[in-house]
Nanobody, 116 residues
Framework: QVQLVESGGGSVQAGGSLRLSCAASGYTSRPYSMGWFRRAGREKVAEIWRGGSETYYTGPVKGRFTISQDNADYTLYLQMNRLKPEDTAMYYC????????????WGPGTQVTVSS
């Protein structure tokens, strides 16, 4: 059974950094795409696909956040630097198993709180 579990959230002051991790288990092959979402899944923060050769970032995080993935076990990471209070949210990891598929797999989320 597929499972995604996030970790690494916490409380930091503005300007600080956090690194989120998403442990993936139960996959028999690499998901086509994995990503980070916030705002109850309504905002896609970052995505990585095609074996890590393609990435996407939403405008407000460009230049501050970096998405990466471990090719050995598909663990997903989000390095978040120069955090702002508006980055405060529950962050969710999600996976799309095939090209053209839906975001079918979701983790329970990890809370990030940034104070000014």
């Amino acid at each position: 059974q597929v499972q995604l579990v996030e970790s690494g959230g916490g409380s930091v002051q503005a300007g600080g950094s956090l690194r989120l991790s998403c442990a993936a288990s139960g996959y028999t092959s690499r998901p086509y795409s994995m990503g980070w979402f916030r705002r109850a899944g309504r905002e896609k923060v970052a995505e990585i696909w095609r074996g890590g050769s393609e990435t996407y970032y939403t405008g407000p995080v460009k230049g501050r956040f970096t998405i990466s993935q471990d090719n050995a076990d598909y663990t997903l990471y989000l390095q978040m630097n120069r955090l702002k209070p508006e980055d405060t949210a529950m962050y969710y990891c999600a996976a799309k198993r095939s090209d053209g598929g839906t975001w079918s797999d979701w983790g329970p989320g990890t809370q990030v709180t940034v104070s000014s």
